[in-house]
RNA sequence: GCUCGGAUGGUGGAAUUGGUAGACACGUUGGACUUAAAAUCCAAUGGCCAUUAUGGCCGUGCGGGUUCAAGUCCCGCUCCGAGUACCA
């Protein structure tokens, strides 16, 4: 029993945590700097992560690996004498508290408010040194006033090609009026007519607003996307699951609609150029390189032999060194083109494919790669060298939102052209030299030599794309071009839980609230549902329009088209707050109201120096956020091009989910008739086998034996019978079938049925808490257990993601509880490298929980804090600055996981040393901090100090405490180790190479023979080869 | 299919980038303390063989190679994970 006594002077984790996580509180410990309250210098450094979406479920151990990392990482940075800003916040808008606000009426603020002070209560309890003052939400209207003030900025201007920048929409309109658009290069729609100055002029102003929208970094234009009748909503493609809605199984449609758009593809190249710099991880660049999707070809024109001269097939190809291998063409069903080529006799026929096409998804046709279909039109294009013509077909393996929507086919070196003239019979004509085509295509760019392609023969594919360019563009029929697969992103969602757009509408044209009316609060509605006629979710709100003279929402009855219009009823998706919140915290709350943070405090924080979380945000977030940096650097709002300068994944940690065994004997009893049947089942249906028992009773089952349970309670496989100590549970569980009369029951795989059980109820040795299990769930009171003949009821384990519906959810709460905050970090960090993904086993945190123990002890006897001011012995010198020497370089690396075993070895190391000096332990209280905040203040605090330990200097490695006499050199002979020496490091080669020789061992292991040759390499190993 | 990662004891993982493989933990086993348990402490712990203090052989997914020396470098495979996909 614990007495009094006792807890004064055990390592009382749960008290100090909440004593120093409430001082910081009141503090304001962490409390970033502004440039201007810094009263000595102090570079500034920028620490953040991914902020979370304050979800219901709460935090599981999984989430806070990252914030752990970044944490240890921004308190080791004010140790070295940085102005650290370590802010957090949350992305509070978003779909699962809509979800759950259509549900039961909830508001979504209301759930989000709630959750977010769990988040919070959460996070508090694991001590992280953020500075809350600075935190934000996205679904705060003070943010989100911020977010609609940067829509409009998109609004007000265009992409310059010539500049490679974005410009304010002035900058054109003055172009315009001076020259019409005939030497604008701009970013903009396809199909733009091409103006003169006068004509510009003379159009209406609505006129020159639909033209304007064309060019607009954001803009309204129709866009194909996946709607569902039945929620009455747009889908993301990762909503739709074999061409119906995740959820509820509806059908999806492709359907055009007016949205929203970022003309994000505007900055691909530049997003592709900016990744260079960047540290990032390599794969998350090629992720985003990818995405971008870069080819560099030819766009050419192939005319159409119906049509007068000049209209032709745009095509675009990376491959133009191919054009004399062009044997038809292929259009996307849906290709613009298609209704006006197509001849009479071909018509019904088309008609037919295209309606097929329009059926299926785009999903579905990208899944189903393997069959080949398509259509002949009955046209003909000209080859714009050959002259000769070639045919037009139609085929669903051309996507029309790719390129043109059209391909020029080179069977002999694309493998689907290849499979598709296959198919079709059509001819397939070689252009390659000296190479096979009579199975497949011949893609090998690096190998290629033209032939039968008149001005190209001989030329490797390099010279031969060069010169093929060349000549289209002399007979003006192309021009080399540069194609991105990355596509404009549309920004518009049926959705309540979002920002507003600040935008309503003049005769259905888009105009821009004043930014001074900003923010637009989103309004209050009755139904979080889309209304009766498919309008989205605000078209619900009674007031929700704009009165351009008292410049303020009103009621919408009140709209007259004259002064006062209808607002936008879409909302913005989830990566709008996203993209920039990294610049709100660069401010601090009290001085946010006038800008979305000051150009001082912007120029001073720069951008993040450090940003951990999670990988699946490679091309959403992080692309975004990219993007809109990349154009407020444009618009001189922000000074930097970049938001994110290092960046880390941390790796998933994953659950280990627990699952009992139940015997199902449905199918596999031999029983005769009905009644046993019925009485087995019944029976049966809730008894749990351990795991033990299946494990083996499976492997017999694979080596074909024949395994049955029998009268006795035995488990007989093939004869022999496997004796458990449980037997009676057995016996008494099928005693009443034996008494009816059944003599065996046949076994088979199918047998067991495993389920999930709560983790919470297996110790750690596997074994289910049977008690606890009964009154888990309802169905499982009566259960009846045959357990192993230990006696024990075993589980078996597998590894999966960590959720709710796995029941492997680990609470970081229970685990501060029980071990506390410092224990959870540090065992979070020592479970392996960062970026891995890891499985989280709870049992192994006690090494962690007794290495802080074991801390405690080096300052504590007993009750006693006993350090004293005797000097430091040599050993204890060397032990601190090894430490120092390894945690640095770790913490620099990121290599958290090694750096908690190099403090375990410290700890060891000085408690066999029996040290209690101050000159180490006092350093050492300051190395650890970063990792355990908590028991670092404490033993601080004992130490004499009245401040905090994070104000503390990091102690500075000497070199000269670890310098060493001796070395124990490895002898190996023939490259295996068979003793060791020890040496003098003085000792030049050839006297060690004499007293290893000299060495009655090494005469021993030579056995009379000379060696051939002695390797020496001081201060390393010494190898004999011989 | 393509791209990028991985593969080391019963488990999580170390290994100064070519130099004593398995650090540090967990687990397991044995011991001490205790009426007992927990906690704590001590010892052993890659596999196989031998045992007299001593030793030997094998071993980092598989097969080759380079080297005095390979978990690490090179060539060829197998398996696993992540991302992405008719991208012309």
């Given at each position: 029993?614990?007495?009094?006594?006792?807890?004064?002077?055990?390592?009382?984790?749960?008290?100090?945590?909440?004593?120093?996580?409430?001082?910081?509180?009141?503090?304001?410990?962490?409390?970033?700097?502004?440039?201007?309250?810094?009263?000595?210098?102090?570079?500034?450094?920028?620490?953040?992560?991914?902020?979370?979406?304050?979800?219901?479920?709460?935090?599981?151990?999984?989430?806070?690996?990252?914030?752990?990392?970044?944490?240890?990482?921004?308190?080791?940075?004010?140790?070295?004498?940085?102005?650290?800003?370590?802010?957090?916040?949350?992305?509070?808008?978003?779909?699962?508290?809509?979800?759950?606000?259509?549900?039961?009426?909830?508001?979504?603020?209301?759930?989000?408010?709630?959750?977010?002070?769990?988040?919070?209560?959460?996070?508090?309890?694991?001590?992280?040194?953020?500075?809350?003052?600075?935190?934000?939400?996205?679904?705060?209207?003070?943010?989100?006033?911020?977010?609609?003030?940067?829509?409009?900025?998109?609004?007000?201007?265009?992409?310059?090609?010539?500049?490679?920048?974005?410009?304010?929409?002035?900058?054109?309109?003055?172009?315009?009026?001076?020259?019409?658009?005939?030497?604008?290069?701009?970013?903009?729609?396809?199909?733009?007519?091409?103006?003169?100055?006068?004509?510009?002029?003379?159009?209406?102003?609505?006129?020159?607003?639909?033209?304007?929208?064309?060019?607009?970094?954001?803009?309204?234009?129709?866009?194909?996307?996946?709607?569902?009748?039945?929620?009455?909503?747009?889908?993301?493609?990762?909503?739709?699951?074999?061409?119906?809605?995740?959820?509820?199984?509806?059908?999806?449609?492709?359907?055009?609609?007016?949205?929203?758009?970022?003309?994000?593809?505007?900055?691909?190249?530049?997003?592709?150029?900016?990744?260079?710099?960047?540290?990032?991880?390599?794969?998350?660049?090629?992720?985003?390189?990818?995405?971008?999707?870069?080819?560099?070809?030819?766009?050419?024109?192939?005319?159409?032999?119906?049509?007068?001269?000049?209209?032709?097939?745009?095509?675009?190809?990376?491959?133009?060194?191919?054009?004399?291998?062009?044997?038809?063409?292929?259009?996307?069903?849906?290709?613009?083109?298609?209704?006006?080529?197509?001849?009479?006799?071909?018509?019904?026929?088309?008609?037919?494919?295209?309606?097929?096409?329009?059926?299926?998804?785009?999903?579905?046709?990208?899944?189903?790669?393997?069959?080949?279909?398509?259509?002949?039109?009955?046209?003909?294009?000209?080859?714009?060298?050959?002259?000769?013509?070639?045919?037009?077909?139609?085929?669903?393996?051309?996507?029309?939102?790719?390129?043109?929507?059209?391909?020029?086919?080179?069977?002999?070196?694309?493998?689907?052209?290849?499979?598709?003239?296959?198919?079709?019979?059509?001819?397939?004509?070689?252009?390659?030299?000296?190479?096979?085509?009579?199975?497949?295509?011949?893609?090998?760019?690096?190998?290629?030599?033209?032939?039968?392609?008149?001005?190209?023969?001989?030329?490797?594919?390099?010279?031969?794309?060069?010169?093929?360019?060349?000549?289209?563009?002399?007979?003006?029929?192309?021009?080399?071009?540069?194609?991105?697969?990355?596509?404009?992103?549309?920004?518009?969602?049926?959705?309540?839980?979002?920002?507003?757009?600040?935008?309503?509408?003049?005769?259905?044209?888009?105009?821009?609230?004043?930014?001074?009316?900003?923010?637009?609060?989103?309004?209050?509605?009755?139904?979080?549902?889309?209304?009766?006629?498919?309008?989205?979710?605000?078209?619900?709100?009674?007031?929700?329009?704009?009165?351009?003279?008292?410049?303020?929402?009103?009621?919408?009855?009140?709209?007259?088209?004259?002064?006062?219009?209808?607002?936008?009823?879409?909302?913005?998706?989830?990566?709008?707050?996203?993209?920039?919140?990294?610049?709100?915290?660069?401010?601090?709350?009290?001085?946010?109201?006038?800008?979305?943070?000051?150009?001082?405090?912007?120029?001073?924080?720069?951008?993040?120096?450090?940003?951990?979380?999670?990988?699946?945000?490679?091309?959403?977030?992080?692309?975004?956020?990219?993007?809109?940096?990349?154009?407020?650097?444009?618009?001189?709002?922000?000074?930097?091009?970049?938001?994110?300068?290092?960046?880390?994944?941390?790796?998933?940690?994953?659950?280990?989910?627990?699952?009992?065994?139940?015997?199902?004997?449905?199918?596999?009893?031999?029983?005769?008739?009905?009644?046993?049947?019925?009485?087995?089942?019944?029976?049966?249906?809730?008894?749990?086998?351990?795991?033990?028992?299946?494990?083996?009773?499976?492997?017999?089952?694979?080596?074909?034996?024949?395994?049955?349970?029998?009268?006795?309670?035995?488990?007989?496989?093939?004869?022999?019978?496997?004796?458990?100590?449980?037997?009676?549970?057995?016996?008494?569980?099928?005693?009443?079938?034996?008494?009816?009369?059944?003599?065996?029951?046949?076994?088979?795989?199918?047998?067991?049925?495993?389920?999930?059980?709560?983790?919470?109820?297996?110790?750690?040795?596997?074994?289910?808490?049977?008690?606890?299990?009964?009154?888990?769930?309802?169905?499982?009171?009566?259960?009846?257990?045959?357990?192993?003949?230990?006696?024990?009821?075993?589980?078996?384990?597998?590894?999966?993601?960590?959720?709710?519906?796995?029941?492997?959810?680990?609470?970081?709460?229970?685990?501060?509880?029980?071990?506390?905050?410092?224990?959870?970090?540090?065992?979070?960090?020592?479970?392996?490298?960062?970026?891995?993904?890891?499985?989280?086993?709870?049992?192994?945190?006690?090494?962690?929980?007794?290495?802080?123990?074991?801390?405690?002890?080096?300052?504590?006897?007993?009750?006693?804090?006993?350090?004293?001011?005797?000097?430091?012995?040599?050993?204890?010198?060397?032990?601190?600055?090894?430490?120092?020497?390894?945690?640095?370089?770790?913490?620099?690396?990121?290599?958290?996981?090694?750096?908690?075993?190099?403090?375990?070895?410290?700890?060891?190391?000085?408690?066999?040393?029996?040290?209690?000096?101050?000159?180490?332990?006092?350093?050492?209280?300051?190395?650890?901090?970063?990792?355990?905040?908590?028991?670092?203040?404490?033993?601080?605090?004992?130490?004499?100090?009245?401040?905090?330990?994070?104000?503390?200097?990091?102690?500075?490695?000497?070199?000269?405490?670890?310098?060493?006499?001796?070395?124990?050199?490895?002898?190996?002979?023939?490259?295996k180790m068979r003793f060791t020496l020890d040496l003098s490091l003085d000792l030049s080669k050839d006297e060690i190479e004499k007293a290893v020789m000299e060495d009655e061992r090494t005469?021993?292991?030579?056995?009379?023979?000379?060696?051939?040759?002695?390797?020496?390499?001081?201060?390393?190993?010494?190898?004999?080869?011989?």
């Amino acid at each position: 029993m614990q007495t009094l006594h006792d807890t004064i002077m055990q390592y009382n984790f749960n008290e100090i945590e909440a004593k120093w996580q409430k001082k910081w509180a009141e503090l304001q410990t962490f409390r970033a700097l502004q440039p201007e309250e810094l009263t000595e210098q102090k570079p500034p450094f920028y620490v953040l992560d991914m902020f979370p979406y304050p979800s219901g479920a709460g935090l599981h151990v999984g989430h806070p690996l990252g914030y752990i990392a970044s944490d240890i990482y921004a308190r080791y940075k004010r140790h070295k004498g940085f102005n650290v800003l370590h802010p957090q916040g949350y992305d509070s808008f978003g779909l699962p508290a809509e979800q759950y606000a259509i549900q039961t009426g909830q508001h979504p603020a209301k759930t989000t408010e709630v959750n977010i002070k769990r988040y919070r209560e959460q996070l508090d309890k694991i001590g992280f040194s953020f500075d809350w003052s600075r935190e934000v939400r996205t679904s705060d209207p003070n943010y989100y006033r911020w977010t609609q003030w940067i829509f409009i900025q998109l609004f007000k201007s265009w992409f310059n090609n010539n500049t490679d920048k974005a410009e304010p929409i002035s900058s054109l309109v003055e172009a315009f009026e001076n020259e019409g658009n005939k030497n604008t290069n701009a970013a903009c729609d396809d199909g733009v007519e091409s103006f003169s100055a006068e004509e510009w002029n003379a159009f209406s102003a609505n006129k020159k607003d639909a033209i304007l929208l064309q060019y607009r970094l954001t803009y309204l234009a129709e866009t194909e996307v996946n709607w569902c009748p039945a929620l009455g909503t747009v889908l993301a493609n990762d909503e739709i699951v074999n061409g119906v809605s995740e959820r509820g199984g509806h059908p999806v449609v492709r359907k055009k609609m007016k949205q929203w758009s970022m003309r994000i593809s505007a900055y691909a190249e530049r997003l592709l150029q900016g990744l260079e710099k960047l540290d990032w991880t390599d794969s998350l660049k090629e992720s985003q390189r990818n995405w971008i999707g870069k080819s560099v070809g030819a766009q050419l024109k192939f005319p159409i032999l119906s049509f007068p001269k000049r209209e032709g097939i745009s095509v675009f190809t990376t491959r133009p060194d191919t054009i004399f291998g062009v044997s038809f063409m292929t259009l996307a069903p849906e290709h613009e083109l298609v209704s006006k080529i197509t001849t009479a006799e071909q018509k019904e026929e088309v008609e037919a494919y295209i309606k097929a096409a329009s059926l299926k998804s785009e999903r579905d046709r990208m899944a189903d790669v393997k069959s080949i279909t398509g259509v002949f039109t009955g046209a003909y294009a000209e080859h714009p060298f050959t002259k000769e013509p070639i045919p037009i077909w139609i085929g669903d393996y051309v996507l029309a939102s790719y390129g043109t929507g059209a391909v020029m086919a080179v069977p002999c070196g694309d493998q689907r052209d290849y499979d598709f003239a296959k198919h079709f019979n059509i001819p397939i004509p070689n252009v390659f030299k000296g190479v096979d085509i009579s199975k497949e295509a011949f893609a090998d760019k690096a190998q290629t030599i033209i032939t039968n392609s008149e001005f190209l023969n001989g030329l490797n594919a390099e010279d031969a794309i060069a010169k093929a360019i060349e000549k289209l563009e002399e007979i003006d029929a192309g021009t080399g071009k540069t194609n991105y697969r990355l596509r404009d992103a549309v920004f518009s969602r049926q959705r309540y839980w979002g920002e507003p757009f600040p935008v309503y509408y003049v005769d259905g044209l888009p105009k821009m609230i004043d930014e001074q009316y900003l923010p637009l609060h989103l309004p209050e509605i009755n139904e979080y549902l889309p209304t009766e006629d498919g309008a989205p979710p605000l078209g619900r709100a009674e007031k929700w329009a704009w009165d351009t003279t008292q410049n303020k929402v009103v009621d919408k009855e009140l709209i007259d088209h004259k002064s006062i219009f209808p607002l936008e009823l879409n909302t913005m998706p989830g990566w709008a707050g996203s993209s920039w919140y990294l610049f709100r915290y660069m401010e601090t709350k009290e001085n946010r109201n006038q800008h979305m943070a000051s150009a001082e405090a912007l120029n001073y924080w720069k951008n993040v120096d450090l940003y951990i979380g999670g990988s699946e945000h490679a091309t959403g977030h992080l692309l975004y956020s990219r993007f809109w940096t990349k154009f407020l650097n444009d618009r001189k709002v922000l000074p930097v091009e970049e938001p994110f300068k290092k960046l880390i994944n941390q790796g998933m940690i994953l659950g280990e989910s627990a699952f009992v065994h139940r015997y199902n004997p449905s199918f596999d009893t031999n029983a005769k008739t009905k009644r046993e049947r019925e009485m087995l089942s019944l029976k049966m249906n809730n008894l749990f086998i351990s795991y033990n028992l299946v494990h083996i009773i499976n492997k017999e089952l694979k080596a074909s034996k024949h395994v049955f349970i029998r009268p006795e309670g035995v488990f007989d496989i093939n004869g022999e019978k496997i004796q458990t100590k449980n037997i009676e549970n057995l016996n008494v569980t099928f005693e009443s079938l034996f008494n009816s009369g059944l003599n065996n029951i046949l076994i088979k795989d199918s047998s067991f049925i495993p389920i999930h059980t709560d983790v919470s109820l297996i110790n750690f040795s596997n074994e289910l808490n049977i008690e606890g299990f009964k009154k888990w769930r309802p169905e499982f009171q009566d259960a009846e257990f045959i357990k192993d003949e230990n006696g024990k009821y075993i589980v078996s384990r597998e590894v999966e993601k960590m959720s709710k519906s796995k029941y492997n959810v680990v609470n970081p709460d229970d685990i501060c509880e029980d071990f506390g905050a410092d224990t959870l970090r540090m065992y979070e960090m020592f479970l392996g490298p960062l970026e891995q993904a890891k499985p989280w086993n709870t049992a192994g945190i006690t090494g962690v929980h007794n290495f802080l123990k074991k801390l405690w002890k080096l300052y504590y006897n007993g009750d006693n804090f006993e350090v004293t001011a005797e000097p430091a012995s040599k050993e204890a010198l060397k032990t601190l600055h090894k430490t120092i020497k390894k945690v640095t370089e770790d913490i620099e690396n990121f290599s958290f996981n090694t750096s908690v075993s190099t403090f375990m070895i410290c700890v060891n190391e000085l408690t066999q040393q029996k040290c209690n000096a101050k000159d180490i332990l006092e350093p050492l209280a300051v190395l650890i901090s970063p990792y355990a905040p908590h028991i670092a203040e404490e033993l601080w605090e004992k130490l004499g100090h009245s401040e905090s330990v994070s104000t503390a200097a990091y102690p500075v490695f000497e070199e000269k405490f670890l310098k060493e006499e001796n070395k124990t050199y490895p002898i190996s002979f023939n490259g295996k180790m068979r003793f060791t020496l020890d040496l003098s490091l003085d000792l030049s080669k050839d006297e060690i190479e004499k007293a290893v020789m000299e060495d009655e061992r090494t005469q021993k292991q030579l056995d009379g023979r000379t060696p051939k040759k002695v390797i020496v390499v001081p201060g390393k190993i010494v190898n004999i080869v011989g």
